[in-house]
C-alpha cells in the first residue's frame, strides 16, 4: 500500500469522524426536541407510558391550566427515596406539559426559607416537612389552577401512592376542566338523611359525601332519573315499584353511572325472631338478573379469618365467641391496584353477602374486596333476630373458595325491560296528563355501564365505622376503619369520564415480596387447624375425666376401669401424635422457606452473570467464524 493511498484513508477516517459528531450533536438536539413526545417504556407495568384515558383528558381541555411544582431540593439530598421519586413525578409532569400542546403550563419552584414562594407554596396549601432540627421545611406539592381561580393540590406527593400517581394528576386536571360539583342521586330504604319531624338526625356518613358532592334524595316511586345526576347511589333498595326499577335501569342503559349496596340482612333494620323471613333484606333482582349480576339476597358470608369476637347474651346465659356474620378486612382482601381500595386498610361489614357473573353475563367483574378462601355461605335466617354465634360456628364448613363481597362492572348489557316502559298502576285518566314525559326507550346499553356494587349495606351504619368519643363535652365521631373512605372514593371515581374510570393503576418501582409471607400464613392456617382439632380431644379428655368415679378422701387414688385406662391411652397416643405432626408443619416451613431462600440467592447473585457469559460465547463464535469465512488476500 502507497503512503498516499495510506494519506487518503486518513483523511477519510477523519472525515468520517466529524460526520459522525456532526450527526450525533444534532441527534441529541432532535431528541430533546422530539423525543419526550414518544417513549420507549421497557418497565414490566409501563410505568412511564400514559394510558388513553389520560390522553383524552388532555386532548379535551378547553381553558389553559398552570401547573406549579413545588420542590425543595434539600429534601431529595436528604432523603435519597423522594429524591428519586421527584424525578418520576416531574418527567410526567413534562410529559403532560408536553402532549397537551401548551394548554398546561408547568413551573417548577425550589421555595426557600422565608422566601415569596414558600410563602406561595403555604397558601396552596402544600404541606411543608421538617428537613433538621433548626425547623427549615422541604416541600414536594403540586397546585393547580384554572383560568378561573379553580384551585386543587396534591400537598404532599407519597412514594406510597405512586401506583395512582396518573390518576391523581389526571384527575386534577379532569376537575379543573370541570370545576361544577358533581350531583349524587340518593335511593334509600334507610333514614340515612334527616327527619326534623321524626326528629332524626342524618347519619354521619351523609356529612362525609356532602362535604365533595351535592345531593339529591330521589323518591322511592320516581318515574325518570334526570341525566343532570352524575352518580346514583342507591343503599338497601326495598320495596321499589317496576316505575323506579325502570327509571334505574334506563338511567344505566343511557350511561349513568351507579353505585349500589344491597344486602341480605341490614343490621340496622334487624327484626324481631317474629318477623318474616328476610325481612331485612334488600335486592335489585329484576335488574340483576338482566345485566348478568348474581347476588343471593338470603345467604351472608362467613369468614374465619376475619371474624370479630363479641360477647352476647343467648337463652340466658353469657357467650363470647367469633361472630362469622361480622368481620373486619384487611389490605390483602382488596384490591391494591384499584383507585377505590388501593390505600384503604381495613373495612368492617355485618352480614355481607356474595357477587359474582351470571353464567350467560356481559359484563367483565373487578373484585374490589373479597374473602380468604376459609370462607362459607350461609343462610341468612341465622343472622335474623337473635344473635347466637355458637350457633353459626357450629355449622361452619369452610367451602375453600374465594368470594367477591364487592365488585366492580363493566359491559354492554340489555335492559330489564325489553317491552319497554312498565303500565302505570292505579292512576286515573286525569293522572295521565300529569305523568312524567320519558324518554325515548334504550333497549341495549350506550356504550358500557359502570357500576360499583357492595354485597353490604351495614358498613354506612355509623357503629360500624366510627367510635363516639366526648371532646369538651361535644361528641364526636371518629373513623375506626375505611367504610366512608371507601364510598367518597367510589363516588369520585364513578362521577368522573369513561376515560377517567377506565384509567389503569401502574406498578410501583420498588413491590414488595409476598412469597415467604405467604407460605408463613399458609403453615400457620395448617397449625391452626392442627390446635383445633388437639383442643376439641382435651375438651373430650376432660369431659371422660368428668365422669370418673373419685374417691375424695385425701390420699386417695383415681380408679379408672379398663375401658377408661383404654380410652385415655387411646387419647394420649392421639396427642403425641398431634403434637409430632405440630412439629412436621413447622419444619416443613423452615425447609420451604430455606429452599426459596436459596433459589432468591442463586438467581440475584448468578443469573446475570451466567447471561453476561453466555452472550460473550455467542458473540466470540458468531467473530471467530466471520474471521474463518473472508477470504485469504494474497
Known amino acids: 500500500m502507497s503512503a498516499l493511498e495510506k494519506m487518503d484513508r486518513k483523511k477519510l477516517s477523519i472525515a468520517s469522524l466529524i460526520v459522525a459528531a456532526v450527526f450525533f450533536f444534532f441527534l441529541n438536539i432532535l431528541s430533546s426536541l422530539e423525543i419526550k413526545t414518544s417513549q420507549v417504556d421497557l418497565t414490566e407495568n409501563q410505568l412511564f407510558t400514559l394510558s388513553e384515558g389520560s390522553k383524552k383528558i388532555i386532548s379535551s381541555i378547553n381553558e389553559p391550566i398552570t401547573f406549579r411544582f413545588y420542590y425543595s431540593q434539600k429534601f431529595g439530598e436528604i432523603s435519597p427515596a423522594h429524591g428519586n421519586y421527584s424525578k418520576r413525578v416531574r418527567e410526567l409532569l413534562e410529559h403532560f406539559a408536553v402532549i397537551s400542546g401548551g394548554k398546561i403550563n408547568l413551573k417548577v419552584i425550589n421555595p426557600k426559607t422565608f422566601s415569596a414562594e414558600e410563602d406561595e407554596a403555604v397558601n396552596f396549601g402544600i404541606q411543608g416537612v421538617p428537613l433538621d432540627q433548626t425547623g427549615e421545611l422541604g416541600y414536594f406539592g403540586l397546585a393547580a389552577s384554572n383560568s378561573t381561580d379553580d384551585r386543587k393540590a396534591i400537598t ?21 376542566a370541570q370545576p361544577k360539583k358533581k350531583k349524587i342521586g340518593l335511593i334509600t330504604g334507610l333514614l340515612l338523611e334527616a327527619d326534623p319531624l321524626l326528629r332524626y338526625q342524618p347519619w354521619p356518613i351523609m356529612d362525609q359525601i356532602k362535604q365533595f358532592f351535592e345531593v339529591e334524595s330521589l323518591s322511592s316511586n320516581i318515574e325518570k332519573i334526570n341525566d343532570d345526576i352524575d352518580v346514583l347511589l342507591i343503599v338497601h333498595p326495598k320495596i321499589i315499584e317496576d316505575s323506579t326499577l325502570y327509571a334505574i335501569d334506563q338511567f344505566v342503559m343511557r350511561g349513568g353511572r351507579a353505585l349500589i349496596f344491597v344486602d341480605p340482612q341490614n343490621e340496622t333494620a334487624r327484626m324481631s325472631p317474629q318477623a318474616p323471613p328476610g325481612a331485612g333484606s334488600s335486592e335489585l333482582k329484576k335488574l340483576f338478573d ?32 367469633d361472630y362469622l356474620s361480622w368481620g373486619i378486612y384487611g389490605s390483602r382482601n382488596l384490591d391494591r391496584d384499584d383507585v377505590v381500595t388501593g390505600e384503604l386498610t381495613a373495612i368492617s361489614v355485618a352480614s355481607a353477602g356474595t357477587l359474582d357473573l351470571t353464567k350467560d353475563s356481559k359484563l367483565k367483574m373487578k373484585p374490589l374486596l373479597k374473602t380468604s378462601p376459609i370462607s362459607q355461605r350461609i343462610s341468612a335466617d341465622l343472622v335474623r333476630g337473635e344473635i347466637d354465634p355458637e350457633r353459626i360456628l357450629k355449622q361452619f364448613k369452610p367451602e375453600n373458595k374465594v368470594f367477591n363481597i364487592a365488585a366492580r362492572f363493566q359491559g354492554k348489557v ?12 292505579d292512576k286515573k285518566k286525569d293522572d295521565d296528563k300529569k305523568r312524567v314525559k320519558l324518554a325515548p326507550h334504550v333497549k341495549v346499553s350506550k356504550g358500557d355501564i359502570n357500576l360499583i356494587v357492595f354485597a353490604d349495606s351495614d358498613l354506612l351504619t355509623t357503629r360500624f365505622w366510627t367510635q363516639q368519643q366526648e371532646f369538651f363535652g361535644k361528641k364526636i365521631n371518629t373513623p375506626v376503619s375505611n367504610n366512608a373512605d371507601f364510598l367518597v372514593n367510589s363516588l369520585d371515581n364513578l362521577s368522573g369520564s369513561d376515560a377517567l374510570i377506565s384509567l389503569r393503576s401502574r406498578g410501583l418501582s420498588v413491590r414488595p415480596f409476598h412469597k415467604i409471607n405467604d407460605l408463613k400464613n399458609l403453615a400457620e392456617d395448617r397449625y391452626r387447624k392442627t390446635e383445633q382439632q388437639l383442643t ?28 377408661q385406662r383404654k380410652a385415655f391411652d387411646k387419647f ?54 466471520r474471521y474463518h469465512q473472508q477470504p485469504v488476500q494474497g
Not at 306 to 320: E, L, M
Open 156 to 176: 404532599f406527593f407519597n412514594p406510597q401512592r405512586e401506583q395512582f400517581l396518573e390518576y391523581d394528576l389526571t384527575r386534577i386536571i379532569f376537575d379543573l
Open 290 to 321: 338482566a345485566w348478568g349480576i348474581d347476588f343471593d339476597e338470603n345467604k351472608f358470608v362467613g369468614d374465619r379469618t376475619v371474624a370479630i369476637r363479641v360477647s352476647a347474651q343467648v337463652k340466658g346465659r353469657d357467650v363470647i365467641a
Open 414 to 425: 340489555d335492559s330489564a325491560f325489553s317491552d319497554g316502559p312498565p303500565p302505570v298502576k
Open 536 to 563: 376439641t380431644k382435651l375438651k373430650e379428655l376432660q369431659g371422660k375425666l368428668s365422669g370418673l368415679k373419685v374417691d375424695n378422701k385425701p390420699g386417695a387414688k383415681v380408679v379408672l376401669t379398663s375401658n
Open 572 to 625: 394420649r397416643r392421639e396427642m403425641i401424635s398431634t403434637r409430632k405432626q405440630l412439629r412436621d408443619v413447622q419444619l416443613a416451613l423452615r425447609k420451604d422457606i430455606e429452599s426459596l431462600d436459596t433459589q432468591l440467592k442463586i438467581l440475584n447473585i448468578w443469573a446475570m452473570p451466567v447471561l453476561i457469559a453466555i452472550v460473550a460465547v455467542v458473540l466470540a463464535l458468531v467473530r471467530r467464524r
